[in-house]
């Protein structure tokens, strides 16, 4: 039995070129390519259906937010670190996913569900809106691109080329300092405390430093809410993913936007996140 759970060694950071070739199966419709990815046992398991019948798909069938959301991880980071060919299919792999966020894909029904069908993007749940994965971070780490080490000033901006014409994150707070990251008319910036100081002419790996200060302290709360796709380059409807505790250094962000992209499926396309705040090693 092929499962997702054999991309996590990617999504922790310890898998290496030599076993790339695991990602030729989740881009395979007939394995793990799914319209709202990624199933829980490969497509092509023989006994699929059989498991279907007698009730046991819990874990033997359905798409579950918080598995999707470490194969994305997985995908995103070894596009970026080690195979740039991986990029399209990663950045698909989002797309698809942020579509899970909508009832069977409809941009017009924001929700999300504890687990979905991988084909048809129906909830498999009674409990509706229940935020069981880390899309937020996702967004952040991958299509804006912020990769913050909590042991080092050094804070790498790296997105993940998804074919936006636009993307915004707005006073990131990393380390005390107001974070900005753009990618507007071709240019690629980055802002520290409203101050230009990287730039770029295409998406590419920039650094910057941030000098530590003594009002650093941990955030323990943050509020999230998910405006996700829209058929106008601004989000227009905002659908509550509820409240989280984040005590581990990781981050969220605080009045960001991020932008749009006509080419999936037609329609401007836009992540939104609002209310959040970021939490300082």
């Known amino acids: 039995m092929k499962s997702p759970t054999g991309f996590y060694p990617f999504w922790a950071g310890i898998g290496g070129k030599e076993h790339l070739p695991i990602f030729k ?97 129906a909830p498999n749940a009674p409990n509706l809106d229940y935020a069981h994965s880390y899309y ?9 691109g912020i990769e913050a080490d909590p042991l080092s000033d050094e804070v790498r901006i790296n997105p993940l080329n998804m074919g936006l014409e636009y993307f915004e994150a707005r006073n990131i707070r990393v380390k005390a300092h107001d974070l900005s990251v753009s990618w507007k008319h071709g240019k690629f910036t980055v802002s520290v405390d409203g101050k230009s100081v990287a730039t770029a002419t295409e998406l590419k790996p920039l650094k910057v430093r941030l000098s530590r200060t003594a009002t650093n302290q941990h ?6 809410s998910f405006d996700g796709y829209s058929e106008k380059p601004t989000p227009t409807r905002p659908a509550n993913l509820g409240v989280q505790d984040r005590k581990d250094g990781r981050f969220v962000a605080r009045a960001a936007v991020v932008g749009t992209n006509p080419a999936a499926t037609g329609d401007k396309c836009c992540f939104g996140l609002d209310s959040v705040l970021l939490a300082n090693p």
């Not at 955030?219 to 999230?224: K, P």
């Open 219 to 224: 955030v323990e709360h943050s509020v999230m």
């Open 25 to 121: 199966h989740l881009f395979n419709p007939a394995e793990f390519w799914t319209p709202f990815p990624v199933p829980t046992i490969s497509m092509d398991y023989p006994n699929r259906q059989e498991l279907r019948r007698i009730g046991w798909a819990y874990w033997n069938w359905s798409s579950w937010p918080m598995t999707t959301s470490r194969v994305v991880d997985a995908a995103a980071r070894a596009a970026k670190d080690l195979d740039p060919s991986l990029t399209p299919g990663a950045a698909e792999l989002l797309m698809r996913y942020t579509k899970v966020h909508f009832i069977k894909g409809d941009l017009k029904h924001p929700c999300v569900s504890e687990y979905f069908d991988p084909v048809t993007g």
């Open 136 to 144: 937020i971070d996702l967004i952040l780490r991958h299509v804006v």
